[in-house]
């Protein structure tokens, strides 16, 4: 089986590092790809712009998407993902520090398949992650056509 690779999709470098870091700490070893602006991530995602040739762009097994992105919101990003044939399958899980009920509505009605507000404490951070490694990456089906209409 290839690599599951994670996209994380956030732009406070300190949330990246802390991610990364959780990430590791509990052996989660996937490839993460960052992006820090959500029309970056929709152009890697479907290969436009600098990300047009396919080959070097893996599709991830898991989006990490954060709400408050410079360019593109994330609630923006989803949209898009949800609307791309080549993306619209993949899992999206909303990472934010967003206590905002209308950002979760929002959230789930455009497709998301989680949304999780990042814990402020270290530990409760590192378990959050551990549990989205485990479900997410580890045991979760993935559709056998990704990217493929239905």
């Not at 690599?3 to 070893?29: F, Q, S, V």
């Not at 814990?119 to 990704?146: C, K, R, T």
Request: charge should be negative; aromatic fraction near 6%; hydrophobic fraction near 40%.
């Amino acid at each position: 089986m290839a690599e599951r690779t994670i996209l994380l999709i956030e732009d406070n470098p300190d949330d990246i590092d802390l991610t990364i870091r959780a990430l590791k700490k509990n052996r989660i070893d996937n490839q993460v790809v960052v992006m820090t602006d959500g029309a970056t991530a929709i152009d890697y995602l479907h290969n436009e712009g600098s990300y047009a040739n396919a080959d070097e762009t893996p599709m991830p097994a898991l989006i990490l998407l954060d709400l408050k992105l410079p360019k593109m919101s994330g609630l923006e990003v989803l949209q898009s993902i949800r609307s791309h044939p080549r993306t619209k399958l993949l899992p999206v899980v909303i990472l934010t520090s967003s206590r905002e009920e209308r950002d979760l509505l929002v959230a789930y009605s455009l497709g998301a398949n989680s949304y999780i507000r990042k814990p402020i404490d270290f530990n409760h951070f590192m378990y959050a992650i551990e549990q989205i490694g485990s479900y997410w990456l580890v045991i979760n089906e993935l559709p056998p056509m990704q990217g493929e209409s239905i």
